[in-house]
């Protein structure tokens, strides 16, 4: 059986595929089939490479010293030829670098405990069969369910309200660039404001309106069957 997604061959029988999680045959349709250990693994690797989530990220010491370490080898050359714009620019460079990867670990914590916050609370195989069992928009740059969002590279959102759909025109020294469309929302954590997708420039109106049109849509579906679940 060949899925319909990546084109990867499954054993006959299978549903769910084991190369990108997807649903096979008749699950596409809404059924709930029993599902293996194998079909499992295979949706939740997919998951957490979509979403650029690992649930148990380590920071990268090696980088934050090696970064501080040339930070400060370009410093003191710079200091020794006399030439300080070398020796603070360098030591400048070292210092960000050095930032933003333990920014970017920060980051990776806090996605990899919402995704875990998430599980605890409706159980892994339920999240990991909505993921398989999503519609992606936006030529695949965020895929949603009735109860999540799932935003590429980004992070796995369990939605509780949606706040604020925007579209924002983006510019550089004036000239039109690309618009992209933000969206404020709420779950158990906190409240997020993320880029979703970014639009065709001459489509962008008819196109943030239907996405505007569907989250809303998918927002008051998933607040309805919160309320079930938790009544």
């Known amino acids: 059986m060949f899925c319909g997604m990546c084109g990867a061959n499954n054993a006959d029988g299978a549903s769910y595929c084991v190369s990108c999680g997807a649903p096979l045959g008749n699950d596409a349709a ?48 710079g200091l020794f030829i006399g030439v300080y ?13 050095a930032l933003a990867l333990w920014a970017s670990h920060v980051s990776a914590v806090k996605n990899a405990q919402r995704l875990k916050n998430i599980f605890d609370r409706d159980g892994e195989e339920f999240v990991l069969r909505e993921f398989a069992s999503s519609r992606s928009f936006a030529q695949d740059q965020f895929r949603m369910s009735g109860f999540y969002v799932f935003a590429k590279g980004k992070a796995v959102f369990r939605v509780t309200s949606i706040e604020r759909v925007t ?29 979703l997708c970014r639009l065709h420039m001459g489509k962008s109106k008819n196109e943030a309106e239907e996405l505007f049109n569907e989250i809303s849509a998918r927002k008051q579906f998933a607040f309805e069957q919160m309320n079930m679940i938790q009544n």
């Open 30 to 77: 809404g059924t709930q089939p029993q599902i293996s250990q194998q079909e499992l693994s295979a949706i939740g690797n997919a998951l957490y490479d979509y979403c650029k989530v690992k649930l148990d990220p380590r920071l990268s010491k090696g980088g934050i010293i090696a970064s501080i370490a040339a930070g400060l080898l370009l410093f003191l050359f």
């Open 85 to 97: 714009a070398i020796a603070f620019t360098g030591l400048g460079a070292g210092l960000i670098v």
């Open 167 to 195: 579209r924002v025109k983006e510019s550089t020294n004036l000239i039109p660039t690309g618009v992209r469309l933000d969206v404020l929302i709420s779950d158990e954590t906190d409240t997020t404001n993320i880029t």
